[in-house]
Structures are given as C-alpha cells and as structure tokens.
C-alpha cells in the first residue's frame, strides 16, 4: 500500500481539536489500524490547557457598497479559528486590520490558528484571503457580517499498540487538528500508519509501540496525564511532522541530546543521506517534543521533519505537493532506528551483584584485576585505555548496583560493548554477577 493512498483517505476533513469532522475521519483511520479512541470533553482543564468548543461559521459576508465582494465561507480557511461573530460597518483602515494573506504565495489562503492554540490572544474578528484579494480592496466603508457558533464537544486521541516483550514502550507521534493540510500533518499520521503495518510484521519485539495521533500539544497534554503511573514506562517518542514534501530531511534531537535514540538516528541519517541537518531541541522544529519532554515525564523526544515548504499553514498544502519517494524515506528512516534500539536492547544485559563486600580481585580464584597506575614500577607507558578499564573495574559493582546495563556501562567508560560484555561474563562465571 503506497502512502499517498493513506494521505488521499484521512486528509479531506475539517480537522480542528474538537468538531464533527474529526468524528468523521474516526471512521476512515480505523479503516487501517483498530485505534483505541480516548474522549476529553470540551471545556476540560489541565495546566492552562483548556480543551476548546467545536466551532463553526455559519455567515461571513464582506460588502462593499451594498455587494458581497468576499464570502468567507467559500474557503474553510476564510475565516480565522474560532473568530467572534461580528456585524457593523467599518472603514478600510479598520478593515486591514483583521485581513491576514500569505505574504509569499499571492494566490493561497492562509490558515490563520492562533485563536485555537494562543490563549492570550484576545479573540476578535476577521477574514482570511489572498493577497491577490487583498490588494484589490479600496478605501471606503465595508460591511462586516459575521456569524459564528460554539458549542460543547469532545477532543479524540487515537492510540495504537502494539505490544512486546517488554513493557518499555516507544511512541510514534503525529497530529491531526489542521484542516485540509496534507503535509502539515497528514504525512505524518500515513506515515505512522504505514510504520506500524511493518511492525506488526517484526518478530519477537522487544519493546512495546504505541502510535499516538492527536491534535498538537492539547491531545498529548490530557493522554499523558491519563497514563498516570504507566506514563513511566514510555522510554522515547519519535514525532513525524511535515515529512512529505521535497525538502532535505531534518532531525531534532531530544533534549538531553545525548540518548541511544539519538545517537542512533544521527548516526542513521547521516549515514543514509547526502542532504540533511541535525539540530538540538527547538531549534529546527516546535510541536509535540515539549509535552513529551516535560518536567515529571522527561521522555527523551526527536523530531522527523522536512520543514518548512512553501505552502505551509495555507490552502495550498495539499496531497498533490508530497511524494511517495519522499514519504517512503521517512518510513525506512524510522524503521532502521527501530531495528537499531531492537538490536541493543537485544544485547542490553542486565546484572545483579551476587557479593557483599570488597573482592580481591587479583586473587587467582578470581583473576579479574586490571591493573592500576604504578609509577616508577611499570616499565610499559600506562595508556588511556588502561586507565578507563582499572576505573571500570573498581567501580563495577556499584555501577550493577545502580541498575546500569552493560552498554551504559561502555558508554560510561567509552569502551567497545563488546569488551565490557566480555569482561563481564568473566564475573559471571566466578559466580561474582548474576543475569536478570
């Protein structure tokens, strides 16, 4: 199945955070995958998020000397989110005031948010067009009759799992409240979509999946205040954001930067690429990381993207802009990291001290020291290497201790795994270290 067929079922809706037509595409993801549907109820509150009432344009009529001369329901994007009903005459200098374009793509309607997402911003009136429209509008008096209606609803979360032999979980994320954008973020959710038909295919994994779509930040707000204490077994999150257009591909790295996750999609992505950037947090991309990424889930979160494009947040973001070829780098791009945290948690051993006590360890029933730094002794130059061993030795137990595995371990002391695996199995087999 191509991704674009994807991109074709669950684009042609209305998307908002809450509103009939995000109702309506329920019936068209579940088509593909039978998500878990979680409900929030308009009005509901957590940290200063506040879950909207569906919204819904009933009348927008521009005039000028008595004729229509702009209708903002002609276009779903004609009217700015949740804009208060309006309905006076005004002058031209008033009127500009509250007429947003696209400043670089002259024939396109903005998609104008900031009335769902900016809760500061006071709400007010107006009408989105082109700049084609906008220029052609003369000074005078215009009539302004707008209608507007609010009313209760509830926010839909979609999860999808898939589960492994480990309840240690890793989320894909992507989000569904921009109407009619096909990039932005329509690719992610196919893409998403896509990754996980594969995965039902991988055998014998290790970790759990979750597929999570939902409107941006309100959607993961709410999810993961309803995980509750399952929420501390989500290790990472991979967000898939504007992926299917012709840009170079970016990664964003999770905020301690420093992760497996993260060190495994650079070294991915730069390996499979002759174009791309790799940026720290934020500063590529802002979306769902800074949820995910919290205080008191501090989940380790990197962000796929090929942002910006032209079209961005206008009626012009639509399926006909993406590619298939695009698309499908994006699937195989998350599919190796996949199969990369697979492969170490695979080999990702986990021990218990079986002693209490200091060992000897260069007693010959044990054999296991390496030796220390003895000056004016050794008549071989005491190397860097050996320095990190003779510390990775003497400070084993405690590292064990603190539920350290072996590869955080080689990490630690910037030893090959292999080594420090090998060196391990030794203390195993004096019976020093028990396996999990």
């Known amino acids: 199945m191509k991704i674009i067929s994807i991109v074709k079922k669950i684009f042609p809706y209305n998307y908002s955070i809450t509103g009939p037509e995000n109702n309506m595409a329920l019936k068209q993801f579940l088509y593909f995958l039978p998500f878990k549907i979680h409900s929030f109820r308009s009005s509901k509150e957590l940290n200063g998020w506040k879950i909207p009432k569906a919204w819904k344009v009933i009348k927008a009529n521009l ?13 779903p994007f004609g ?5 208060n009903s309006f309905s006076k005459t005004v002058d031209y200098k008033e009127l500009i005031k509250h007429i947003y ?3 670089t793509l002259k024939k396109a309607i903005p998609y104008n948010w900031t009335g769902l997402y900016r809760k500061n911003t006071k709400k007010s009136w107006g009408f989105c067009m082109t700049k084609e429209k906008f220029l052609n509008l003369k000074k005078g008096k215009y009539y302004v009759d707008i209608l507007t209606k609010q009313k209760n609803a509830t926010m839909k979360v979609l ?3 898939l589960r492994g032999k480990s309840n240690k979980t890793i989320i894909i994320n992507a989000h569904n409240c921009h109407p009619y954008q096909a990039n932005d973020d329509i690719s992610g959710c196919a893409v998403g979509i896509k990754i996980f038909k594969r995965l039902q295919q991988l055998k014998n994994r290790k970790f759990t999946y979750k597929l999570l779509i939902a409107p941006e930040l309100t959607g993961p707000v709410f999810w993961l205040n309803k995980q509750k204490k399952n929420a501390k077994n989500i290790k990472y999150a991979i967000l898939l954001k504007s992926v299917g257009n012709k840009n170079q591909i970016k990664l964003q790295k999770s905020y301690k930067g420093n992760t497996d996750l993260d060190s495994f999609a650079e070294e991915i992505i730069k390996k499979k690429f002759k174009k791309t950037r790799v940026g720290n947090f934020r500063e590529i991309y802002g979306n769902d990381e800074t949820v995910f990424d919290s205080p008191g889930y501090n989940i380790p979160s990197i962000s796929i993207t090929r942002y910006p494009f032209k079209e961005y947040h206008t009626n012009f973001d639509l399926p006909k802009i993406l590619s298939e070829e695009r698309l499908q780098e994006i699937e195989n791009y998350v599919i190796d990291i996949i199969k990369r945290l697979e492969l170490y948690e695979k080999k990702n051993l986990k021990l218990r001290v079986n002693f209490k006590g200091l060992i000897s360890l260069s007693n010959p029933k044990y054999n296991l020291y390496l030796k220390a730094k003895a000056p004016g002794i050794d008549k071989i130059k005491y190397k860097e290497k050996k320095r990190k061993w003779n510390l990775l ?8 201790e603190n539920s350290l595995s072996i590869r955080e371990i080689a990490k630690k002391y910037k030893l090959p795994n292999k080594e420090v695996l090998n060196y391990c199995n030794k203390w195993i087999e004096r019976d020093l270290l028990k396996k999990l």
């Open 63 to 75: 005039k000028y000397n008595d004729k229509l001369i702009y209708d903002g329901k002609s276009s």
């Open 79 to 83: 009217v700015p989110t949740h804009s």
């Open 101 to 103: 374009y696209s400043e």
């Open 159 to 161: 999860e999808y799992t």
């Open 393 to 400: 030795m003497n400070c084993l137990p405690n590292d064990i």
